[in-house]
């Protein structure tokens, strides 16, 4: 499988190896984890026509960590094996890496990032166009990088620069259009107090498809909160507005966030959240998401735990003046996890999905019942 573009690698060898002299001198830490699953799924695709089909799958990362007093060093490589009895899935493995630096000095700090990923359309395009297609791939390539300084003890700011692209590859023809994204902006933090904390933001990004028919400038401005009025509730929130413009048109409108986050003596976590972003998309152009998610977990004994969800996203064009097939998806879960040891567990699921092309009046629905077992030790320390 080819994950790896040359620009991309360049980076990943920087961070992975740029500090190998320092991190030569101290241990790694390694924490592997491995998930084994077996399901009925009565509609993989969400088409009108339902075909239902049966699957195996296997994936896993291993999680290498490096960390000294002023320098985190992160490799994550991770992997997902797949098999289904209609065969018409069977590309649908993925592989990825992820790596990450930091380096924290007394006032200033600076992260460098780099992920690869390839994976099928039938996980990529899920929550944004909703287009599968059994022959088509995604390539997701990232670079991120930020500088932040610290100039009083209430005051931080921040630079930071991105890099996206989205590739789609196979033996099919498709719609989906290759895309990157440029961004680079500034960022002030106030720290009122230990449990509050105020944000302002500014950024632009510059978006094109690799046959140069969009040219987009989005421009993006924001003021946000981070609020901890216990121990066991956060509360988030991120509020701005955002114009695209491109060769011929212009739009702007509202985006935001809004996070609620509560945790319960022993185990259990309520998460709530809704927003609104503006991304690229395999369609061309920026698409609008409007989100909302709700998940809640519980432990029922020291062993037994009951989780469920609930999220719903939206897709829109970004552009008045330009209209591509709206796409909307639900998904709702409920599931029970027995913590077998300290290593192993092992759950059982059961899901709901639900995909609707707005403007084409397509309706897709399906249901999901899994087994599942996860494997996730202790982290070792890997002497050197």
Known sequence: MDIVSSRALRWVVVIAF????????????????????TDYDSNRTLAPDAIGSEGVSMSGNMRLVHATERLQLLLLPDFALE??????????????????????????SFDLSALLRDRSTLTSELLSTGIFDVHTRRR??????????????????SLFASYVSEDYHGNANTTLQDNTLTSFGLSEKYIASERLAFTTSLSTGHYTTQQSFFDTRSDSASVGFLWSSSERNKISGDFGWNRRTDRSSRSSGFVGQISFTRSWEGAGTL????????????????????????????????RLT????????????????????????????????????????????LAGSDQDQLLSDQVGRGWRVALLALWQPLKHSLSR
Do not use: M
């Not at 740029?18 to 491995?34: I, K, M, T």
């Not at 899935?89 to 200033?108: H, K, Q, V, Y």
């Not at 930020?146 to 100039?151: G, K, L, Q, R, V």
């Open 140 to 157: 997701d390539e990232q670079l991120a990088g930020t500088w932040s300084y610290a100039y009083s003890p209430s005051w931080v700011a």
């Open 271 to 302: 998460s709530l959240s809704a927003g609104r972003e503006v991304v690229p998309s395999g369609f061309g152009v920026f698409s609008q998401t409007d989100q909302a998610q709700i998940s809640v977990s519980r432990g029922l004994t020291e």
């Open 83 to 108: 098999r289904f009895s209609d065969r018409r899935f069977d590309r649908s493995d993925g592989a990825g890496l992820t790596t990450e630096g930091t380096w924290n000095g007394e006032l200033s």
């Open 306 to 349: 009951v989780g469920a969800g609930l999220s719903w996203y939206r897709t829109t064009s970004a552009f008045e003046s330009f209209l591509f097939e709206k796409h909307s998806y639900s998904h709702a879960q409920i599931g029970l996890t027995w913590q077998a040891n300290e290593d192993w567990s092992i759950g059982c699921q």
């Open 18 to 37: 740029g500090s190998a002299r320092a991190a030569c001198a101290a241990e790694w830490s390694a924490q592997p984890v491995l998930s084994v699953s």
